[in-house]
């Protein structure tokens, strides 16, 4: 089975770019890779997803590698509010594997 | 519109007991997905079913059931309840036409089961 592979924790500053990357070296060519987040106390929230091509949307930016073994969330301008456990998920046609995230700390 | 809602929020159950558990999905959505939520193992994928059926499970045992209902509302059940069962059960829906893997899933808050 595809995993992920995310460092265990990373520090940013608060209103600078975060690059959160994720290696994934089994990835399949038909296996979309997800980035969900979890705040405390909360169930996980879709953040953006992604098969070949980056992507942007209203929270943040995906950037797949051309081999698609690894991909990166960048979060523009990190607030406060942005701390959380960010998951890199492969989703595959048979099974959805969580890794165990990275948790992001934003210092004011 | 309507988040993903869980029923009961917390549980308190002794080993040996069973367990359900109540998702609504948000409406409109067919697929809805299980998983738990430990400390040590993190989430891990239960099952996921669409359209009534069952089409994807996870790596648990036989005591860990589920079904979807004709508007979509599932439920969980944990049969034999041991310790190790104490978790974070999360629901998650999605559109999830057809067999794309693509769309998004939306997370209720949770039920925290304790087994003593």
């Known amino acids: 089975d595809a995993k992920t592979t995310q460092p265990n924790s990373m520090e940013s500053n608060e209103e600078e770019p975060v690059h959160l990357p994720c290696n994934h070296s089994t990835i399949s060519g038909t296996d979309y890779i997800h980035w969900y987040r979890q705040l405390p106390s909360q169930g996980p929230e879709y953040v953006i997803h992604?098969?070949?091509?980056?992507v942007n949307n209203r929270m943040a930016s995906l950037a797949i590698a051309e081999d698609r073994k690894s991909s990166t969330l960048i979060l523009h301008r990190a607030t406060l509010r942005d701390a959380a456990v960010y998951y890199c998920i492969l989703r595959a046609p048979t099974l959805l594997i969580w890794g165990a995230g990275t948790k992001l700390i934003i210092k004011p | 519109k309507a988040g993903v809602t869980q029923t009961p929020r917390y549980l308190i159950k002794t080993r040996g007991q069973q367990v359900t558990l109540s998702c609504s999905p948000i409406s409109g959505h067919r697929s809805v997905s299980w998983y738990q939520q430990t400390p040590g193992q993190g989430l891990q994928f239960l099952f996921e079913y669409f359209s009534e059926t069952q089409r994807n499970k996870g790596n648990f045992p036989g005591r860990f059931s589920g079904r979807q209902f004709s508007n979509s509302r599932s439920e969980m059940n944990v049969s034999t309840l041991e310790l190790g069962d104490s978790a974070l059960y999360l629901c998650?829906?999605?559109?999830?036409?057809?067999?794309?893997?693509?769309?998004?899933?939306?997370f209720g808050p949770g039920t925290r089961l304790t087994v003593t």
């Open positions: 992604g098969l070949t091509s980056n």
């Open positions: 998650a829906s999605s559109l999830g036409r057809g067999v794309r893997m693509s769309y998004e899933q939306y």
